[in-house]
Structure formats: structure tokens, C-alpha cells
């Protein structure tokens, strides 16, 4: 099923040059014309390097614009979100909505306004794990992509620290199951 990533997801993941493992996870990348204008057209326009990685992403297909079906445009203006989230949050959040899919959301507001319309999400980083799970990487390829997206998303050291816990839980799991079958 396809994830619809917001602009701060879309942006570490091109960052930390995992969009690609993103893909895979999810089975597909989206983003809307609200989140393309902020991350792509707005960073462009802000000189940052990355939206040009971002760009490319979109032209090959690897992460797909959609924009709002008029149904969905009228569950945006329904849904009365708080002012501070942003637009392509509000687009990201309704979208999985619509779609009945994952959103992939970083920011602390969307992530309460998901849970508030009742919209299945997860933060980046989460995909990481479910990559993992999936043997799509290896612990070593796990911890080094979760370093990376850390240092990307200024991760605290706390948070960090548990999900390499985690990884290496998950890891040890994988290995007991394989050697018990």
C-alpha cells in the first residue's frame, strides 16, 4: 500500500538517501502537490541541494504527486485542523484519509491531528524498523541508515539510543527464529 510522506519525512528520507528503502517498505511513495511545493519548489527556491534530489525522485516515478481529488478537498475544508499545522501536513493527513493508506508524518501537531481524525501514521524512522523486520536490511545496514537519518532530524541521544535497542532486539528475534526452523 502506498505511504503519503509529509515535507519534514520527504526531506529526511531524501536526505539520508533512503527513499529508496522507503519504497520498498511501503510499496510505493507519495506526496501531495501541497508537500511538492513546499519541499521541492521551496527548497529549490531556497537553494537547498536536496530538493533537487527530491525533484529527480518525483520525475522518475520513484515518489508519485497526487493531487487532492475534489472529495478530498472538501474532507480538508471539514476537517478543521489547528493554524500551526501547514498545509501540506493538513493535505498529507486528509489524503491518507481518503486513500485509507500510512502517512508518514514527523512532525509532533500532525502526528496528534492523525491521531485526533483517527488516520494510521508513522514517524520516519519507524520504516527503518519495519525494514528491518522485513529483512529488507540487515542490523549493521539498519544501524548505520538510523545514524544517518538522526543526524539528519537532530535526533536526541535517548531516542536514539532505543531504537538501536530495538533494532538489535528485533535482529536477535529474526536469528533465534531462523536457527529454531
Excluded at 115 to 127: D, S
Excluded at 152 to 163: C, D, F, T
Amino acid at each position: 500500500m502506498t505511504a503519503k510522506l509529509d515535507a519534514s519525512a520527504l526531506i529526511y528520507l531524501g536526505k539520508a538517501d533512503l527513499l529508496s528503502l522507503a519504497d520498498k517498505v511501503c510499496d510505493g511513495l507519495a506526496i501531495t502537490t501541497g508537500v511538492y511545493n513546499e519541499a521541492v519548489t521551496g527548497g529549490l527556491n531556497a537553494g537547498h541541494r536536496d530538493a533537487a534530489k527530491i525533484a529527480r525522485a518525483t520525475q522518475t516515478g520513484a515518489v508519485k504527486v497526487v493531487s487532492l481529488a475534489p472529495s478530498t478537498q472538501e474532507l480538508l475544508q471539514q476537517a478543521a485542523f489547528p493554524a500551526a499545522l501547514g498545509p501540506g501536513e493538513q493535505e498529507t493527513i486528509v489524503e491518507a484519509v481518503a486513500q485509507q493508506c500510512l502517512a508518514v508524518l514527523d512532525d509532533t501537531r500532525a502526528r496528534a491531528a492523525a491521531v485526533v481524525i483517527g488516520v494510521e501514521f508513522c514517524r520516519t524512522e519507524t520504516l527503518l524498523v519495519e525494514a528491518l523486520v522485513a529483512g529488507l536490511v540487515n542490523l549493521t545496514e539498519f544501524e548505520t541508515s538510523l545514524l544517518r537519518l538522526a543526524q539528519m532530524r537532530n535526533m536526541r541521544a535517548s531516542e536514539l539510543a532505543e531504537l538501536l535497542r530495538l533494532g538489535r532486539l528485533i535482529s536477535e528475534g529474526l536469528r533465534d527464529d531462523h536457527a529454531s526452523t
